[in-house]
């Protein structure tokens, strides 16, 4: 099984570093072409991978090709590869954010081609992402099982309808933003009250990550977990108490609801 990627930036680094470092595929049988050869360059260092010359090469010989390129690429990188696509008939996996699984065929020219959509977000970068996949009609439960092993190596994955992508965006892809808010919130709180900002933001950060890791180790509903810290007339609850006074919750619902809305607008203008 060959793996291929068209395009070597951030995003094909992570993925590329993640699966060398659980050994989910082998270096030889991975192949990247990008027309920046530094990047290409720094990834061989890094990885002992093979280096395509062209994105051609990358079709000819892989199995699957990881479109890791920006979304208005796709439509020129597409419709030029498309005779090669047509006769070798990889697998496609984009990772284009508002690129849906028709859009790709049109591009293609070629319904029969099986192509997998993954949305990742930006914890990639640390081996702590989500990503969001969705098999087209021709893609086998094989192939959908060989994207869930490669971007399982950079953080979790779920297999989701492609029409929930839109929420899912909004509850992954851009929650970073949010939870990057939330965390500059508590630190400011710390700041306030004597803590180094450093001291604050580091405090913050851990006690975030370490609330997140009990949610998905225990299994237990997010409020279950705050009733099991919230004491009868505590120092939790009268925190607790002021957030649902300002409506916490529904304005994080409202939040992601904003982000939805602005993604239809984006895909329909």
Not at 4 to 27: C, D, R
Not at 100 to 110: T, V
Not at 240 to 249: C, H, Q
């Amino acid at each position: 099984m060959k793996i291929g990627f068209i395009g070597a930036g951030n995003m094909a680094e992570a993925i590329i570093s993640g699966m060398m470092l659980k050994n989910t595929v082998e270096p030889e049988n991975i192949m990247v072409f990008d027309i920046d050869k530094d990047k290409l360059n720094r990834l061989k260092e890094c990885n002992n991978i093979t280096l395509a010359v062209s994105n051609e090469e990358i079709i000819k010989n892989c199995d699957y090709a990881v479109l890791a390129v920006k979304p208005h690429i796709y439509e020129p990188l597409l419709k030029n590869l498309k005779d090669m696509i047509q006769e070798k008939k990889p697998v496609l996996i984009s990772i284009a954010a508002g690129i849906k699984l028709s859009k790709m065929a049109e591009f293609l020219g070629d319904t029969t081609i099986p192509v997998i959509r993954v949305m990742p977000n930006v914890c990639v970068s640390v081996l702590e992402g989500m990503s969001a996949i969705c098999g087209g009609e021709t893609v086998l439960p094989k192939d959908l099982e060989v994207a869930l092993n490669i971007f399982s190596s950079i953080g979790k994955t779920v297999e989701i309808e492609e029409k929930f992508f839109e929420v899912y965006a909004g509850i992954a892809g851009c929650s970073p933003a949010f939870t990057f808010m939330f965390i500059e919130g508590l630190a400011k709180a710390g700041l306030k009250n004597g803590l180094s900002k450093k001291d604050a933001t580091k405090i913050a950060a851990q006690a975030v990550f370490g609330s997140a890791k009990m949610i998905l180790e225990m299994g237990e509903h997010p409020i279950s977990s705050v009733d099991k810290v919230t004491s009868p007339g505590g120092t939790t609850i009268a925190g607790v108490a002021k957030l649902e006074e300002k409506a916490f919750i529904s304005t994080m619902i409202e939040a992601v609801e904003a982000t939805m809305k602005r993604d239809r607008e984006l895909q329909n203008s």
